[in-house]
């Protein structure tokens, strides 16, 4: 169904828009149950094909026919403008497109009561005492509004990288192997990316070098994660005639709460294996726990990569995540 002949309803400002503009007016369908005031139907029938609801919010819904304003072409004037890519769209359209857009515009206002208020740019070289005034205070206000985004910016940042050091007990991939790197330069390490194709992070301390294994699973530690450390020790040991320490670090339980874990980070079937192979079992929550203490006493970090390169089974001493992390309330 469409058409173009249609009768208008009432009157009003849209109502006298579309009578002005009726000729470009079309339907290709109809309203069956038109929200509000019919403004529109077909002519010489009842079927609506335009209406206008006023909301309880003050705002109008208005379903209006499609106004037409294309010009019409010829086949060869087509394919003239097909060869031509810097025709403007603007060359295909009716004066009238435009004075309908101000149009329309226009008399949504006067539907809500607003006016457009007219200031040319020769009027700011006049102001009253009142206009000076407020106008010193608007900008005091926005120089105010600008320190606070910028102070608020600077704590925002804070917390983002406060937050990312969550992913040492929340984390897995890359975003959990980017703390663990962070923990150990804080150690005193220097952290060498793994070559592509490989997983391995090797770390160079003061003490002896060591290769670590960084994984985040939502349960225990795998045997298999050890037995790839293995690969890995021994790969390096190929390539330079000197045995590295075996590091794994296994974010435990992720998607556990904190107080909920526990279960054994490390089967008891995978820690014989581990101890003969001279490898360091730490979680990620053990890793937060160093990280914290090293930050607030930067000696502690010789004690913990001490600890880390000299143990061969589960780290021990860094299991008191309670007196980091509180648990707070929060609003429903």
Do not use: C
Request: no cysteine; hydrophobic share 35%.
């Amino acid at each position: 169904m469409s058409g173009t002949q249609l009768d208008f309803d009432g009157d009003g400002p849209i109502v006298r828009l579309l009578r002005k503009y009726k000729k470009y007016l079309t339907y290709e369908a109809v309203i069956s149950k038109p929200p509000g005031v019919a403004l529109a139907h077909i002519a010489g029938t009842n079927k609506v094909v335009g209406s206008i609801m006023r909301s309880k919010g003050g705002g109008y819904l208005i379903l209006l026919p499609a106004p037409d304003f294309r010009i019409e072409q010829t086949d060869h004037e087509i394919d003239d403008e097909d060869e031509d890519d810097d025709t403007e769209d603007s060359n295909i359209w009716l004066p009238e497109a435009g004075e309908f857009e101000k149009d329309l515009l226009a008399a949504i206002e006067q539907l809500s009561g607003s006016a457009s208020l007219s200031r040319p740019a020769w009027a700011e070289r006049y102001a009253t005492d009142e206009q000076q005034r407020l106008q010193a205070e608007v900008v005091k206000q926005q120089k105010r509004v600008e320190t606070a985004r910028a102070k608020l910016a600077t704590v925002q940042q804070q917390r983002e990288a406060i937050d990312a050091k969550d992913q040492l007990f929340l984390g897995a991939g890359r975003a959990l192997e980017l703390e663990v790197r962070k923990v150990l330069e804080l150690l005193g390490g220097t952290v060498t990316e793994p070559p592509p194709g490989r997983d391995d992070w090797r770390v160079s301390f003061p003490e002896g070098d060591a290769v670590v294994e960084v994984k985040g699973v939502s349960k225990s530690a795998a045997e298999k994660q050890a037995a790839q450390l293995a690969k890995w020790v021994a790969s390096i040991y190929e390539e330079t005639e000197k045995l590295p320490k075996g590091i794994l670090v296994v974010n435990t339980w992720r998607e556990l709460p904190l107080d909920q874990r526990t279960d054994k980070d490390f089967p008891d079937q995978m820690l014989p294996y581990s101890v003969q192979q001279g490898h360091s079992l730490v979680t990620g929550l053990q890793l937060f726990v160093i990280q914290a203490e090293v930050a607030k006493d930067a000696s502690r970090a010789e004690y913990w990569r001490k600890q880390l390169l000299s143990t061969s089974g589960e780290l021990v001493g860094a299991d008191d995540w309670r007196s980091i992390i509180h648990e707070v309330k929060t609003e429903d």
